[in-house]
């Protein structure tokens, strides 16, 4: 049994509970955007190498874990957020597959192996950080959420330098962003492919995006049908459902 720390927590991380993932509220827990990322990504079934950037407590490799055989490396920058996926590794018995580095996805290239992986997902901070005010109370959440130690381009060009040609990469952001994901993908060769909204429910706007795209891949973007995740009535879809739940 691995040791909790602080305020952390143990929580089942599937419905089937047969996996389980340390949480911390003001460290680090996930949320619906990495499920839905985990859902979305195209990923390799059986051989091949995964690489999650900005990993967190290692949600996306350990939902990954579930679908493929493929060997996953996550990179963390916050050292007790980094400690907490190693934990997660540990506590489900995936150290044969699940490997987390604790680094600078910016200064990965004498850990990480150039244009090697067939998949690159990432949830990485959604918001600019134009002054300090702007920035979350919580040092963790900060760092998490606003670009404070990178920024989109820093983010897809790690994708470009680590992911092989003809790989992919996909990512899970705000919809407000879209354009200079799509400029940014562009501009490191990163062929935006498959595009997927996210809605709350019918009639209102989009509050999540999911985005894939093939390096040095042919210009032909495919828009996805929309993602609903709640009916009128405030329960799941059961397309959201499907996902959550399994």
């Known amino acids: 049994m691995v ?26 827990a996930f949320s619906l955007d990495a499920v839905l990322l985990a859902h979305f990504s195209s990923i390799p079934k059986k051989r091949g190498k995964i690489l999650d950037l900005c990993t967190g407590n290692g949600v996306i490799p350990l939902l990954l874990s579930k679908k493929t055989n493929a060997e996953i490396i996550g990179v963390e ?19 044969n597959q699940l490997r987390i580095i604790h680094g600078d996805l910016k200064e990965m290239h004498t850990t990480l192996d150039q244009s090697s992986f067939d998949m690159i997902t990432c949830n990485p901070p959604y918001f600019k950080t134009p002054s300090a005010t702007e920035h979350n109370q919580n040092e963790y959440l900060t760092i998490a959420r606003h670009e404070l130690y990178c920024t989109l381009e820093d983010v897809v060009k790690a994708c470009k330098r680590y992911v092989r040609p003809g790989g992919k990469v ?9 354009v200079d994901i799509m400029e940014q993908f562009r501009r490191y060769r990163i062929e935006p492919k498959r595009v997927q909204f996210v809605y709350p429910k019918q009639g209102k706007e989009a509050n999540m995006l999911l985005i894939e795209g093939i390096r040095d891949g042919k210009p032909d973007v495919k828009i996805l049908p929309p ?11 059961k397309q959201a459902e499907e996902v959550i739940y399994g």
């Open 170 to 178: 996909a990512m899970v952001h705000r919809p407000g962003r879209l």
């Open 227 to 237: 993602f609903y995740i709640y009916e009128q009535d405030g329960t799941y879809t």
């Open 77 to 95: 920058i916050q050292e007790r957020i980094f400690q907490m996926a190693e934990r997660n590794v540990t506590l489900n018995g995936l150290e």
């Open 3 to 28: 040791q909790l720390y602080d305020d952390e927590r143990l929580d089942y991380l599937l419905a089937d509970e047969t996996m389980k993932i340390i949480q911390s509220p003001t460290a680090f």
